[in-house]
């Protein structure tokens, strides 16, 4: 009976595999803006079964009527006096739950994002949900907190290899600051607290520890700043042809200030894997290594190519500052024979870069962004960071 069980359920993780769609040049995104309720940038019905009926498409971004019409959204979210940012997130992971199976469907090397852009704390998200028959039953805010995690962590389904991060930003504006004066709360206390209230929102595929943390500041040039910082040490792409195994491997990158660096190493291939071990590295370049044995494993988001194996290198740094290679010139050499150094004169013409990302913005549209007297426009510096944010992720970047 247990082996009736398994083999079903590798016939379905292979089923599940072979229905998969590889695409290139996908990058497209959606707006959600929140306040007295959410909006969103597509048609959608909701309810408790709202991801069984269609839905319209994202804006296709490598298009510049879809760059046009998302940017007006943006810009557009509607305004209101309470804050619904528990169901807008709910909503989020739901649509990129969608987009995946319905729109990628199921590409294992598109990745998704969702970026939350707050600055208060959830009021309204219960009774909401319970209006528009999402809920059925009004949920407190511990639970509804709960309810959030949980949709965060089923959006990508069963047996995906894709990543999937979330990153919470909240903008310290003036109502924030009241609690925290009012309360007599020390700057600690304060950000311990809207890290505690956060933490909901906190989700990557490649586990907890790997979550983006709360972005949090009270001005909107140290949250864009902080996290430009994160997706400029993003990880970098290379492959190796299966028959150089057992070879030793010479990566020589260059980034736009003309820096040279050089990782060497050797590939080695076990019962399940392939694996670079003995790296070397240029003086003052670093990389993140697998703890298990100082290596890098080969990633296995490519398993439908029978030729190379890939590698991603994470957090690649040249003296303390994140370094980009440029991927048109990348160059890769392996050890002929002893000492002897022979060029892959192939490897130029598989780095084309493939985009497959696809993005949710969830934008406050409270009335508090800009002050008790409409003193502030923080609006306006909200929505400008949120086209900043499709900036870092455009190809163009």
């Not at 959830?122 to 949980?150: C, G, M, W």
Request: proline content about 3%.
């Amino acid at each position: 009976m247990k082996n009736h069980i398994l083999f079903s359920i590798i016939g379905i993780m292979l089923l599940l595999l072979s229905c998969a769609t590889r695409h290139d040049n996908f990058f497209r995104g959606d707006v959600i803006g929140f306040s007295d309720k959410p909006t969103t940038s597509y048609r959608a019905e909701r309810g408790l079964f709202m991801n069984l009926k269609p839905q319209s498409p994202p804006y296709n971004l490598l298009d510049g009527n879809g760059t046009s019409q998302i940017r007006t959204d943006i810009k557009t979210v509607p305004r209101g006096n309470n804050t619904t940012a528990y169901y807008a997130m709910e909503l989020a992971a739901k649509r990129v739950n969608y987009i995946r199976r319905k729109i990628a469907q199921r590409d294992p090397l598109t990745k998704y994002y969702i970026f939350l852009l707050t600055d208060g704390l959830d009021n309204a998200s219960s009774q909401v949900a319970k209006n528009e028959k999402r809920i059925l039953f009004n949920r407190t805010p511990k639970q509804y907190q709960k309810r959030v995690h949980r949709q965060l962590k089923n959006a990508m389904g069963w047996f995906s290899k894709n990543t999937f991060e979330v990153y919470p930003m909240m903008y310290e504006g003036e109502d924030l600051r009241d609690t925290k004066e009012r309360n007599k709360l020390t700057d600690a206390q304060f950000k311990e607290m809207l890290k505690q209230d956060m933490e909901c929102f906190r989700y990557s595929s490649e586990g907890k520890e790997k979550a983006p943390e709360l972005i949090s500041a009270d001005n909107f040039q140290s949250i864009i700043t902080e996290l430009r910082s994160h997706f400029e040490k993003n990880s970098y792409t290379f492959r190796i042809p299966k028959g150089y195994a057992g070879k030793m491997i010479r990566m020589n990158f260059v980034n736009s200030q003309n820096q040279e660096v050089t990782l060497t190493a050797k590939l080695k291939k076990s019962l399940f894997s392939y694996f670079l071990t003995d790296i070397k590295l240029s003086d003052g370049a670093t990389i993140q290594l697998f703890k298990a044995n100082n290596s890098l494993k080969a990633t296995n988001l490519y398993t439908q190519d029978n030729i190379n194996v890939y590698f991603d290198i994470h957090d690649l740094q040249l003296n303390g500052i994140a370094y980009m290679p440029q991927v048109e010139k990348v160059t890769q050499e392996y050890e002929f024979r002893s000492g002897i150094w022979q060029p892959n004169s192939e490897y130029r013409e598989v780095t084309k870069t493939a985009i497959n990302t696809y993005f949710v913005l969830v934008i406050d549209g409270s009335k508090s962004l800009d002050g008790k007297n409409n003193s502030k426009d923080g609006f306006k510096e909200e929505t400008d960071m949120a086209l900043k944010i499709m900036e870092i992720l455009s190809p163009r970047y």
